[in-house]
């Protein structure tokens, strides 16, 4: 059974800096993508950014190009989100989600809250 956990959400002012993990079993990931995902109140869950775990290729959404950072520890299993400079706009709740590469995610995990303040 694939269980995807993540951590790291909270509370922050606008301009400071979070860091999301996520926590990845029941599957051999290696012919996987992971990524970031996250919802705002009342609006569409969006892709945030994704890697590849095999080489660790990265891509992003424009809204958050040159300030989130996505990694992967293939010896722990876990992929994080490095958040800096953040907005309010950041507010959502963020998920994090496996498939397989070029295939829809298919797993998904139960989210972690941020609220960036200004």
């Known amino acids: 059974q694939v269980q995807l956990v993540e951590s790291g959400g909270g509370l922050v002012q606008a301009g400071g800096s979070l860091r999301l993990s996520c926590a990845a079993s029941g599957r051999t990931f290696r012919r996987y993508d992971m990524a970031w995902f996250r919802q705002a109140p009342g609006k569409e869950r969006v892709f945030v950014a994704g890697?590849?775990?095999?080489?660790?290729?990265?891509w992003y959404a424009d809204s958050v190009k040159g300030r989130f950072t996505i990694s992967r520890d293939t010896a722990k299993n876990t992929i994080d989100l490095q958040m800096n400079r953040l907005k309010p706009e950041d507010t959502a709740v963020y998920y994090c989600?496996?498939?397989?590469?070029?295939?829809?995610?298919?797993?998904w995990g139960q989210g972690t809250q941020v609220t960036v303040s200004s």
């Open positions: 890697i590849r775990w095999s080489g660790g290729s990265t």
């Open positions: 989600a496996t498939g397989e590469s070029g295939v829809a995610y298919d797993y």
